[in-house]
DNA sequence: CCTGCATTTGTGTCAGACGCTAAGGGCCAA
DNA sequence: TTGGCCCTTAGCGTCTGACACAAATGCAGG
């Protein structure tokens, strides 16, 4: 009943040059850092001409495995976090998704990155979160400034958990979510002062190292967000215009 | 103190032909679906060679803003999750994750997904889903093809919960840890009954709509999977070589 | 009206060329 | 000897022009 056609992908030269390099990295044959040959070399080598070469390097560049720290060199990289995050952002501006949608993702993530980073944030770590978290209340008001600092302060909390994976999958969710943040303010202003005092809380139990805590907390804050966000009635409405993602 | 050095990129005729297209797409000015004029013509259009718009549309190709139905035309598309899924899973590859952090976040993520299935599953859906369950009890003892079924009924259920960030998140996350049963297995036979079991009281569970009980479920069978991880000594070791992501 | 063929159009790839800049090497001075 | 400067040059970005092949189109014939 299932017939999984899988239309076998025609062999263009530039795509299996790509296709080629991209094996070699993940192999482990080309490693971060590498440097590759020159477009001549790399045309003579596959025996085609330095524009199909080109063709290939242009996709392996726009997959973040390869960059150009300078223009004449070519070398290997390990995909960026950023990088990914950007595209995932685009996707899912383009996929419009809904407040809810993130929200929903948002009440696992940050807690659980709260929590992580309790278990294994160093005292330097949280110092410096202490600083972010100055510069947010000499913020107050600005609301630019206190959504960029917000985010960074969640961000740095999820780096504090040392988990990558979460790293890497909560980051553009959390970029969406908390710029969502800029509807929500005017119709509550109160939520700068919850989300100073969430904040504050956050920080405190990640010094006691109390995990349970930190969890609660950062729950309790997401939460807040939420209820900012039925205060501006934005449950199911469209997170962000594509064009902000750029 | 921080000097935020943002190295002017270089205006390159390539990159600014992707980036102006990639704009439009986002703007909306483009929607998926709509149709691109010729590479000559776009070379006009821009002033430019034909080589160039090629160069410019390789790197929008692959960042999955345009596609290819047929070598004839070149059509505007929404990203593909499963791209962005490959893409996330080979960065995970090569930043050489361990199975804890795989798990730690899938053990929220799971949960999450069962929880919103039981909310938002459909009597038909459940009735798929149970299919599923059907084919996975057939297949006791085959791993290869049990690793694949429970991917399926995971990412399922996940498609159940109706929220594409979740669906975005997981998957790659999921894919990478469930894969790594085949190392585990060997070492827990006893863990295919639980699985039988966990999934078989999560069915339940969203027939009955009770979101904290497909929770609950959801986060044992989870928690089991770390009994295994542990018991085959795996907890901190790298979840996969890199290879195995293409 | 539909079918089959011829035509046309656009892609994938090739070959060769040129300006410009950064990388590398040699030279001079400290 | 070592450090800094200049010069050469290799290599990138871009262009021009071309050809084969396949898909899309138009046309003729059944």
Request: hydrophobic share 45%; net charge negative; aromatic share 6%.
């Amino acid at each position: 009943m299932s017939l999984t056609a899988k239309p076998i992908q025609h062999h263009y030269a530039y795509h299996q040059i790509a296709e080629e390099i991209q094996a070699q990295i993940l192999r482990g044959d080309l490693k971060p850092g590498d440097q590759l040959p020159g477009e001549a070399e790399l045309g003579t080598m596959f025996g085609v001409t330095r524009s199909t070469v080109r063709e290939g390097l242009r996709q392996l560049e726009a997959d973040g495995l390869v960059h150009r720290p300078s223009p004449r060199r070519l070398e290997v990289t390990v995909p960026q976090a950023d990088q990914l995050t950007t595209r995932a952002g685009r996707a899912m501006a383009l996929m419009q998704v809904t407040f809810r949608e993130l929200w929903q993702v948002t009440m696992v993530t940050e807690p659980l990155a709260s929590k992580l980073a309790a278990l294994n944030a160093t005292a330097d770590e949280i110092e410096q979160l202490q600083q972010l978290h100055a510069d947010l209340l000499a913020a107050e008001g600005q609301m630019a400034r206190t959504i960029e600092l917000d985010e960074q302060f969640h961000t740095r909390i999820a780096e504090m958990g040392k988990n990558r994976v979460l790293g890497l999958a909560r980051e553009p969710i959390a970029l969406l979510l908390f710029r969502g943040f800029a509807k929500i303010a005017p119709f509550a202003p109160q939520f700068y002062k919850r989300q100073i005092e969430a904040h504050s809380n956050i920080i405190a139990a990640l010094r006691d190292g109390d995990g349970e805590r930190a969890e609660k907390w950062a729950r309790m804050h997401i939460e807040d967000f939420w209820r900012g966000a039925q205060l501006a009635g934005l449950e199911d409405s469209i997170a962000l215009s594509p064009r902000a993602v750029t």
